[in-house]
């Protein structure tokens, strides 16, 4: 198993790019999440899907776009980049919302310009 | 509003000492609480976890206490390796979503 796979690792975009942050994962999770982590603010949830066609808003989710159409795939969306959403971004899966620990990856920096 | 709070951004504990990592939250619906890891460069992984039905949930060397009267909780290290110098992250469960503290570094000293 791969576990949690994240694309890309680095990312740098100008001020009102688009683009998206793949995640994947082999291990059949119903509950995927996304989450930026900032000096000094611990981590922030974004998005969250408890299964396959579901979402919803976390802490953070102005900016950001997400959609599950598959148990496997969660992608997350920037439309319009922001210098304030310079941070790295981490995605998560478990078996059902934190009840079985979450499985996380190993992240996407990502700079705004 | 901070419904998970971490108040000690840094802690430094002596090698073989006991390190106390503490977490206080807000929202009285929490159902289950958990500790993370974080090594630089690295997501976070799971430590230990307890439901808030119980009081107290020991993993080796890792004990996590709860107090929900107080809205508190601690995760005591005993003892303390250099390999557990990291970010520890408290979370906690809540109609679905899983919310972050900031974290606590926690530094081992040889």
């Known amino acids: 198993n791969a576990g949690v796979t994240q694309t890309p690792k680095f990312q740098v975009l100008k001020t009102g790019q688009s683009m998206t942050l793949q995640c994947a994962q082999d291990?059949?999770?119903?509950?995927m999440s996304w989450y930026r982590q900032d000096p000094g603010m611990g981590l922030r949830l974004i998005h969250y899907?408890?299964?396959?066609?579901?979402?919803d808003q976390g802490e953070v989710p102005n900016g950001y776009n997400v959609s599950r159409s598959t148990t496997e795939d969660f992608p997350l969306r920037l439309l319009s980049a922001a210098p304030s959403q310079t941070s790295v971004y981490f995605c998560a899966s478990s078996y059902a919302s934190g009840l079985e620990t979450q499985y996380f990856g190993p992240g996407t920096r990502l700079l705004v310009l | 509003d901070q419904q998970v709070k971490q108040n000690s951004p840094s802690l430094s504990v002596q090698e073989g000492r006991i390190s106390i990592l503490n977490c206080d939250y807000t929202?009285?619906?929490?159902?289950?609480f958990l500790w993370y890891k974080k090594y630089p460069a690295e997501g976070p992984t799971f430590l230990i976890s307890i439901s808030s039905i119980k009081d107290k949930n020991e993993d080796g060397r890792f004990t996590v206490f709860l107090n929900k009267s107080a809205k508190h909780l601690s995760l005591h290290i005993v003892p303390s390796q250099p390999g557990d110098s990291a970010v520890y992250f408290c979370?906690?469960?809540?109609?679905?979503?899983?919310?972050f503290g900031k974290g606590t570094r926690l530094h081992i000293l040889p």
């Open positions: 899907s408890v299964g396959a066609g579901i979402t």
């Open positions: 979370a906690a469960r809540g109609d679905d979503k899983i919310i």
């Open positions: 929202n009285s619906m929490f159902d289950y």
């Open positions: 291990m059949n999770h119903e509950y």
